[in-house]
Each structure stands twice: as structure tokens, then as C-alpha cells.
């Protein structure tokens, strides 16, 4: 009796070892995220919350068989290197980035890292990839034209606020997709007819400054293009455009939730959820460079008639009627 269990407790001690074991190696891939806004601010959870729903519909769930690896330069971009390098030395398996520096400082990080680019805007023109069609290299991902929604933002911005005669665009001198975004807005302009200038912020002191630059002057109207700097700051922003009283454009919906005017900007949710698809495909085995480059189908118009009203701003039933969605 005493051998049968000696040899029963031995082989079910052998069979639970390699049971352990694979526990252990349940987590198969270690995908990273680089990016902007930190995991505490609401916006930034909901958005990477929907990129990991994304991936349970796919079969993926992280700490069973993924493991997801959060660094975000909250708004620093001078970070974004170093974060860059840290997900490389933890051997990622894919690294999911969503704006023009986050995916230089990954390609920069490794040549061989897999990059998943989220709603970047103009990869060709920024050179990330080669084409949108045949990518190449090790970036693809989601996109849109920053030259067509830029346009529209504008264009939109002039119904809102029609008796504005200035059009002012907010950029960073340190988000390398604005100095391309600022051409295509200055044509746009001169499709519209309209003034438009520039004001440079990167910090939250140079916003204060150019809200007061802003506000200084009561004809004008503002466009916030999308800028993970920019969103670490979203609340104090939309504050800032209250306070000057100025009609503004935001880049991201985030803003008009927080109680901005209005947005007109891709899909983000519908755009995370293509960024799971992406990082699938990647991870049975499909290479970068072979997956074209995806457009976004959705766009949305979105009005906060709370802020129009506070504005003065009596909005035609036309335009309100355009909208995707009115913040009542």
C-alpha cells in the first residue's frame, strides 16, 4: 500500500511539474503600448480599455495569454526615447503607438519590433512608411489624411462661428506631424478664404499664453489639432477657451465631453479596435510591411450646444442637423 501511493504521489508530482510550467508560460506574447497620456486620465483609460476589449474578441486576454505593457511620456515627448528603448529591452513582441513621435521613437527603439500606428495622420508625408498600400518596413496600422480633416475643421469652424474673421491653429513645435499639418491648414485657409495663423505651444504655460493672445482679440476662432501633449491638458484647455470666450475646434472628442464647442476627427474607439485586429494579424505571423495601411471609415461631428449657447452662437438647424452627435 505504501509503494502504490509512493508511485501515485510521484506521478501525479510528475504530471502537476509540467502543469506548473505551462501556467507559467501561459502568457505566449508581451505587446506594449507607447503612449501619451497616462493610464489615470480618464479619456486615455477609456480609449486603451476599448484597444483590450478589442483583443478578448480576438481571443486575447491580458495576464492569460498576453501580457500589456503600459509606458506613456504624459505629454513629454523627450521621454518617448527612452520608453521606446524600455519596451525594447523587455523583448515586446509588438509595440502599438498613436502619433507621429511615438512611432519615429519606436522605429528609432528597434528595427525589427513590429509597430502598430494608431490614427496617425499622414504616415507617407511624415515617413513612416512607404506607402499606404505596401507599407514596407515594420510599421502599419490606422491613418487618415491629415490634409482632407484638417480642411474640414476649418471649414466647419467657419459655419460655427461665421463672423469670425481670424482662424488661429494651436501646434506643437514638438509634434513633427503639426509642421506638415500647418501647410495643408494654410491651404485649406486659402480654399476657404479665411485668416489663419499660428500660435506655438508645448507647455502649459505657452498655452495659457496663446489662449490670451486669443482672447485678446474677440473676432477669431480657434482649431486644436489632435496632440498627446495637448490631451494630458485637455481640461485645462477647454477652460482657457471658455475664459477667452473663443469658438474652437478640437482634433478629439474628449474635448467636447470635458465641455468644449466642437470636434470633427476619425473615430478613436472604432480606430483602437483596428489596432487589435492589426496586432493580431502580426502575432499569427503576418508581416508589417505587407499590411496596407487602413483609412478610417467613421468620422465624427460631434456639438456641444451647452458651449454654443454660452458663446452666443446661434448655430443653424442645418448645421446642428449635420452633427453625429449634440451634447444637449
Do not use: C
Amino acid at each position: 500500500m505504501r509503494r502504490r501511493r509512493f508511485l501515485a504521489l510521484a506521478v501525479g508530482g510528475a504530471l502537476a511539474a509540467p502543469l506548473a510550467a505551462r501556467a507559467q508560460q501561459a502568457v505566449k506574447y508581451r505587446i506594449g503600448v507607447l503612449g501619451n497620456v497616462p493610464l489615470s486620465d480618464p479619456g486615455g483609460a477609456h480609449l486603451w480599455g476599448v484597444f483590450e476589449q478589442g483583443l478578448r474578441d480576438l481571443g486575447y486576454e491580458n495576464g492569460r495569454n498576453i501580457e500589456l505593457v503600459h509606458r506613456s511620456s504624459e505629454g513629454q515627448y523627450e521621454r518617448l526615447p527612452a520608453l521606446a528603448a524600455e519596451l525594447v529591452r523587455l523583448k515586446v513582441d509588438v509595440i502599438v503607438a498613436p502619433a507621429v513621435q511615438n512611432v519615429l521613437a519606436a522605429q528609432q527603439a528597434s528595427r525589427t519590433t513590429p509597430v502598430v500606428m494608431v490614427s496617425v495622420g499622414d504616415p507617407v508625408g511624415n515617413k513612416l512608411v512607404a506607402s499606404l498600400a505596401h507599407p514596407g518596413g515594420t510599421v502599419t496600422g490606422t491613418s487618415f489624411l491629415a490634409s482632407a480633416i484638417i480642411g474640414k475643421q476649418l471649414e466647419l469652424l467657419k459655419q460655427l462661428a461665421p463672423t469670425a474673421t481670424r482662424q488661429t491653429v494651436l501646434l506643437n513645435p514638438a509634434n513633427p506631424g503639426h509642421r506638415l499639418a500647418l501647410e495643408q491648414a494654410k491651404a485649406a485657409a486659402r480654399a476657404l478664404g479665411t485668416q489663419l495663423e499660428s500660435l506655438e505651444a508645448r507647455s502649459p504655460e505657452d498655452i495659457e499664453r496663446a489662449f490670451a493672445t486669443i482672447g485678446r482679440d474677440r473676432s477669431g476662432a480657434v482649431l486644436v489639432p489632435w496632440d498627446g501633449t495637448f490631451l494630458v491638458h485637455l481640461p485645462k484647455i477647454v477652460q482657457l477657451a471658455a475664459k477667452a470666450r473663443v469658438p474652437a475646434m478640437y482634433g478629439h472628442r474628449g474635448y467636447v465631453d470635458a465641455g468644449g464647442l466642437a470636434t470633427y476627427s476619425p473615430s478613436a474607439a472604432a480606430q483602437m479596435r483596428s489596432a487589435a485586429s492589426y496586432v493580431d494579424r502580426i502575432l499569427r505571423g503576418a508581416k508589417p510591411g505587407d499590411l496596407p495601411v487602413e483609412q478610417p471609415s467613421k468620422f465624427e461631428f460631434i456639438i456641444n450646444l451647452r458651449t454654443a449657447k454660452s458663446l452666443g452662437l446661434g448655430l443653424p438647424p442645418s448645421l446642428v442637423g449635420r452633427a453625429d452627435e449634440v451634447i444637449q
